[in-house]
């Protein structure tokens, strides 16, 4: 049991770890570039970011831990971790780089991750499908703010 609850905690530090990489990349380089952009009407503030990406990794966190405590395969930690990998580069292209149109092409492989997991996870156990739904549809507006700034 307590193996149980430690692969979660694994699960979480590291999905939490890419949050952490991620959130100081932004804090570093975000501005004064990013206020210098022309946002999209359709912006969300900057305060919401935060609960919702806090929210978003721990269901996406869950999510895994659910399936690979039923499963146990190797193959759904590496599209995970692949998927986490560009999940966080997303921050650094976008924020350290300044590069825009390299963030949205990023956004649409972290867009075929989520939806390669999500079947993945559909047969394996439907609540883990169900979690990444928010996931998929933030990732989703995201791709359209990151569209809205780059035209």
């Known amino acids: 049991m307590r193996n149980k609850y430690l692969s979660l905690i694994l ?7 890419a949050s952490f990489i991620g959130g100081f990349v932004t804090s570093e380089f975000k501005e004064p570039w990013y206020s210098n952009l022309i946002l999209s009407n359709f912006s969300p503030p900057s305060w919401l970011f935060a609960p919702v990406w806090t929210t978003l990794y721990i269901f996406m966190s869950i999510a895994i831990w659910r399936v690979w405590q039923k499963t146990f395969e190797v193959k759904l930690l590496k599209v995970y971790l692949t998927h986490l990998f560009f999940n966080i580069s997303w ?61």
């Open 11 to 17: 699960l979480l530090a590291i999905t939490f770890l």
């Open 91 to 151: 921050s650094i292209i976008f924020f350290g780089f300044h590069n825009i149109l390299l963030a949205l092409i990023d956004l649409v492989i972290i867009i075929i991750l989520i939806l390669f997991l999500m079947y993945l996870y559909k047969s394996r156990d439907k609540l883990s499908y169900y979690l990444m739904i928010p996931y998929l549809f933030w990732s989703s507006y995201a791709l359209f703010l990151n569209f809205s700034i780059l035209v």
